[in-house]
């Protein structure tokens, strides 16, 4: 057998289509994991959808990928804007006085759900807005106090997970910067068109201004909702979301006074929602509804808010059936368009170039390997979709259009499965490629007021060892706010400049 | 907490078996008073009296329970268990170990084994065992238990090999100090509601009558509640999985010698099974009826074993399949009850555990079973099993051996598709497909495609960045580092004897 095993042949070139911080970062992870090939970026025509590419926040994993890159959160901190954001605070989902916090992580893994479960059990109905801040992020948002873990496991910050938020423009500078110097090419052309091979697949895409024409043996998509690419490629079919998700018009405010907190907002209306992302060059402000109710509600809440200016958007929502496609990979709102809830955009844009990277073709795409990808994107997809569904599952406001709207939504099976197993077992199933953590979404359903019941195992549990459980969990959320200096002091010592 | 003084739910498990008296001490500790638990079982009857090897999991369920490690293994004989050793099944003369942990590390995104297949090429690598703790100590017959850290030392793990006819009566021990009621006797009847089809009462034969508001089939391969009562049907997997028969027979140990691992040594009707416990070996000879009779399959394991038998042949007889629902109407299926998959991966006990565990989690509070839990139960068990399922019989179908018609047939049979789609993805770009969920992962996978000879055409093609040079010495320097620990660790029935509190008295 000495004739096998032999390494695929590594691709000549490939060009990524979308020059957004989704596309520069993409053409990075690219550029580094195969040094010898040759990595082109290319603009497309701005989409004001691509919310992957406009909104300066994700999720954790982004944390992780940065890591795997090179790219330094101090980098972030001090040369673009970033801060950190430890929880959302939800309001109004469940009534109109409604407050629930979520944060990331699996938490203190010796509570679990059990634990969960318990919490809410001794919680008595009406409380919930007192109810004792059991976990050390929410703590630490509460006192605005934090300072990013220094690795040291025995931390009471050690456990704490957090997202990013940052200035957009500064970010893709920063990632520009450092595309240049792995020596990644920039063609400052438009696309106009393709040449396709005799497979089908894309040989070529043709510039604009007859600037030419540049082959690759991959092509990947990052041009937002528009599929520059995926939209020349037969059997590219899009899965509507539309029965599932309630809104598809979205209002981008120009970015507005700067904040500093440890949490953002997110507020349900009588007509959509509103998320307030905190930063510190500026708040930024999304709101998002329905397109059959009017945009003049939206607009009151933005001006009613402060923001000025705001860029529309329209959202077709769904994802592709299957993104990678021929020699085709779409990544971000190219693969799959939704509302932008808290920098899910790019959290998912950024799981999909992971798994890229996980399964990086060779220079000729195998096409078991192109659909085992499909297939862990698809869940990856379904699970985002499901999640996303989850805040509209029990909204506490009657009468409102957009609850009226929101009332006309079909579950998915999975979906279904897992409110009600929250709801009757205060369990969350375990979901494949699930973009979320099973502790994520519990927590977040119980922020969103969508309480559970204790599972029967938990009830077992002696009421002596539920206080001592608590006890742990409170004293954990001390420490941790002990531990924490301000959160502006701690800006203040990192930032080359005193003062934000 | 106590259930607010709300009437507990009646738990009738029936069965006293490894998965009865599993099932009874699972629920009656984790659900405290809001269950009664009752096990009947039947001397007459007995239990099936195998199964020996398990997998590491089965350490977490004992401690979940309270139960000390030493106690149990000191009562069911147990030693340790770092693997299985693989003879004779890729080829004749071939031998490699599938451990518990995987091999190497990943590099820079890559899994290990395509820099270990590229380096291989190269002549700059060792055999893929080299690269893993769990088998060099294995090998090495050595065994500590695994580090709490992130060192070498940490990246293995470990189960037990105990006596199966032992497992049961020490959890029967242990169930009813946690107040399992224990009735002996046989059923001969089962009654059902007339209008829901539940299953409300067992009739034994000396008269009693046993109510319940929850039955748990653990009755062994006849599956009296949930074959029989509730008629849940069978899906038979025999046609991939063609074992039916079983010969088992123990004998004393040969040599001083304890290995740290189960053997599974293919055989040309089948395999068998060799089982290091304390006092003795667990031997036995699973084939196909239909390509061998009892008689010469009995002959075969009485000439194979090493050491002075300690009983006669026994046979048993089993299919591979499991039920297409485990959880119908107020029966749930557990072990044999609900289905039978060779032990080739000592996967059965895991699977009762699995079960088990599902069951705690969804288990009916108010004691009203919702159609939703039965469904989310039976999705769990099946993905389980058809995961495993399509594990086993790669390593049939991974062979190129043809010196009989079992070999032939089953080199040639026709495998699942999704277990075809994962041999192909394997072959053209030496990847796993990806689960998070199930038993197996991609080291078992890796451990079973090199072990059987199936080498991809294609690899990484990042892997071809490195300098060959640096990649050699990193590949040395690990195996370098893996010996040095492996010198470290106490040799097996050494560290087995270092403590007398896991010894059975008449070692
Ligand atoms: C050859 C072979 C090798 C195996 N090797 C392994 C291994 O290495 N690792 C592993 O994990 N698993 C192994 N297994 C599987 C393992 O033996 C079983 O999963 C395990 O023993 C559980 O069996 P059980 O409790 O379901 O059934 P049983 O042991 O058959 O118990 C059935 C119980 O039901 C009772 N019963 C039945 N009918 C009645 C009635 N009418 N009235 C009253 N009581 C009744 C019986 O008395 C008995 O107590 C092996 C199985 C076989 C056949």
Same mark, same amino acid.
């Given at each position: ?71 330094s959160e101090m980098d972030l901190v001090q040369r673009a804007g970033a801060s950190h954001r430890l ?53 630490l948002a509460?006192t605005g106090r934090f300072c990013p873990p220094d ?6 910050l050690?456990?704490?997970?957090y997202?990013l938020r940052w200035n957009?423009?500064a ?87 700067p904040v500093l907190a440890l ?15 905190g930063g510190r060059d500026g ?201 924490a200096p301000p959160y502006g002091e701690w800006l203040e010592s990192v930032l080359p400049q005193p003062g934000v | ?135 060099? !100590?294995?090998? =090495? ?8 850290? #992130?060192?070498? +030392?940490?990246? *293995?793990? @470990? /189960? ?105 040594? !293919?055989?040309? =009707? ?8 304390? #006092?003795?070996? +667990?031997?036995? *000879?699973? @084939? /196909? ?108 179908? =991974? ?109």
């Amino acid at each position: 057998m000495n004739h096998a095993a032999q390494p695929r042949e590594l691709p000549h070139a490939i060009l990524v289509v979308g020059d957004g911080q989704v596309g520069i970062l993409t053409a990075i992870a690219l550029r580094q994991a195969l040094p010898t090939t040759t990595v082109t970026v290319i603009p497309s025509p701005a989409d004001h959808a691509a919310f992957a590419d406009r909104i300066g926040t994700a999720m954790p994993f982004t944390n992780r990928l940065h890591d795997r890159l090179g790219i330094s959160e101090m980098d972030l901190v001090q040369r673009a804007g970033a801060s950190h954001r430890l929880v959302t605070r939800y309001r109004g989902w469940a009534s109109e006085t409604h407050e629930g916090i979520s944060g990331y992580g699996s938490g203190n893994p010796a509570l679990g759900n059990a634990f969960t479960g318990h919490f809410e059990a001794v919680r008595s109905p009406g409380r919930a807005a007192e109810a004792r801040i059991l976990t050390p992020a929410a703590a630490l948002a509460a006192t605005g106090r934090f300072c990013p873990p220094d690795g040291d496991p025995n931390s009471p910050l050690a456990t704490i997970d957090y997202a990013l938020r940052w200035n957009v423009e500064a970010y893709r500078n920063l990632l520009i910067a450092k595309a240049m110097q792995l020596g990644i090419q920039y063609a400052p052309k438009l696309p106009a068109d393709v040449q396709y091979s005799a497979r089908g697949d894309i040989a070529a895409v043709i510039l604009d201004d007859h600037a030419g024409a540049i082959a690759a043996d991959l092509f990947i998509d990052c041009s937002g909702p528009m599929r520059w690419l995926m939209s020349r490629m037969a059997g590219a079919t899009l899965d509507s979301w539309r029965e599932n998700l309630p809104c598809d018009r979205v209002l981008i405010a120009a970015p507005g006074e700067p904040v500093l907190a440890l949490e953002d907002r997110m507020t349900l209306t009588p007509h959509g929602w509103l998320n307030e992302i905190g930063g510190r060059d500026g708040v930024q402000r999304i709101f998002a509804f329905p397109a059959s109710l009017g945009s003049a509600d939206a607009e009151a809440h933005l001006i009613g808010a402060g923001a000025s200016a705001a860029i529309a958007a329209a959202i077709h929502p769904g994802a592709l059936v299957r993104p990678f496609v021929g020699n085709v990979v779409a990544l971000g709102d190219a693969a799959a368009s939704f509302e932008p809830i808290g920098g899910t955009n790019l959290d998912l844009a950024h799981r999909q170039l992971s798994l890229l990277l996980e399964l990086l073709p060779g220079r000729n795409v195998e096409p078991r390997e192109r659909e085992e990808y499909n297939r862990r994107a698809e869940l990856m997809a379904s699970s985002l979709r499901d999640w996303l569904t989850s805040h509209y599952a029990a909204l506490g406001m009657p009468g409102t259009p957009f609850t009226a709207r929101v009332s006309q939504l079909t579950y998915s099976p999975s979906f279904n499965l897992l409110i009600d197993m929250h709801r009757r077992h205060g369990r969350m199933p375990f979901f494949e490629e699930a973009p979320v953590l099973p502790s994520e979404w519990s927590a977040m359903l119980l922020a969103l007021g969508i309480s559970s019941s204790p599972s029967a195992h938990a009830l077992a549990q002696s009421a002596e060892r539920n206080r001592s459980l608590t006890q742990q969990a409170e004293n954990a959320a001390r420490a941790a706010v002990d531990a924490a200096p301000p959160y502006g002091e701690w800006l203040e010592s990192v930032l080359p400049q005193p003062g934000v | 907490m106590s259930n607010g003084g709300a009437k507990p739910i009646h738990v009738i498990v029936l069965g006293g078996g490894t998965a009865g008296w599993m099932a009874a001490t699972g629920v009656a500790v984790m659900l405290g008073e809001q269950v009664r638990v009752t096990l009947v079982e039947s001397e007459d009857i007995g239990i099936v009296g195998v199964g020996e090897a398990t997998l590491p999991h089965l350490r977490s369920f004992v401690e979940s329970l309270g139960i000390n490690e030493s106690d149990f293994m000191r009562e069911t004989h147990a030693t340790y268990k770092l693997g299985i050793d693989f003879r004779d099944f890729g080829k004749i003369g071939d031998s490699y170990i599938h451990p518990f942990g995987s091999f190497g590390e990943e590099l820079a995104g890559i899994s290990f084994h395509h820099y270990w297949l590229a380096a291989q090429q190269r002549g700059d690598a060792g055999p893929i065992s080299d690269y893993s703790m769990g088998v060099a !100590a294995a090998v =090495a017959n050595r065994f500590r238990p695994p580090a709490n850290d #992130h060192t070498l +030392g940490s990246a *293995y793990g @470990y /189960a037990y090999q105990f006596d199966a006819t032992l497992f049961g009566p020490y959890m029967r021990t242990f169930a009813i100090s946690k107040g399992v009621e224990r009735i002996e006797g046989k059923v001969i009847e089962v009654q059902k509601d007339t209008e829901t089809g539940n299953v409300t009462t067992l009739l034994l034969d000396n008269g009693q009558c046993i109510n319940g508001d929850l039955f748990v089939d653990c009755s062994g391969f006849r599956s009296m509640l949930l074959g029989e009562a509730v008629g849940a049907e069978w899906e038979d997997w025999s046609h991939w999985l063609p074992c039916d028969r079983a010969v088992a027979m123990p004998c004393a140990a040969a040599s001083e010698i304890i290995e740290p691992y189960t053997r599974a040594i !293919a055989m040309p =009707a089948g395999w068998r099974w060799r089982i290091p416990l304390q #006092h003795r070996v +667990g031997n036995g *000879y699973v @084939y /196909a009826s239909s390509f061998i009779d009892d008689e010469k399959a009995a002959d075969a394991i009485v000439a194979a074993v090493e050491g002075t038998s300690l009983a006669d042949p026994r046979i048993l007889k089993f299919r591979a399949g499991r039920r297409k629902n485990s959880f119908v109407k107020n029966v749930i299926g557990v072990g044999l009850a609900s289905g039978f998959l060779e032990p080739l991966e000592s996967t059965s006990i895991y699977l009762a555990q699995m079960a088990i565990t599902y069951l705690i989690e969804l288990f009916p509070k108010d004691g009203k079973i919702e159609n939703a839990d039965r469904a989310e139960f039976n999705r769990l068990v099946d993905m389980e099993y058809d995961r495993i399922r399509d594990f086993l019989i790669l390593h049939y179908h =991974a062979t190129t051996r043809d010196d009989s018609p079992f070999w032939d047939h089953v080199r040639t049979m026709q495998v699942p598709d999704s277990l075809a789609g994962k041999i192909e993805l394997w072959k053209r770009t030496g990847r796993i497909a990806k689960y998070s969920e199930g038993l197996f992962y991609d080291a078992s996978w890796i451990a079973v495609f090199l072990g059987q000879n199936i080498l991809p055409n294609g690899i990484d093609p990042r892997v071809s960045v490195p300098d060959p040079g640096g990649m050699a010495r990193a590949l040395s320097s690990l195996k370098h580092a893996i010996d040095m620990e492996v010198a470290t660790m106490p040799d097996h029935r050494a560290y087995l004897h270092s403590r007398s509190e896991r010894l059975a008295p008449q070692l």
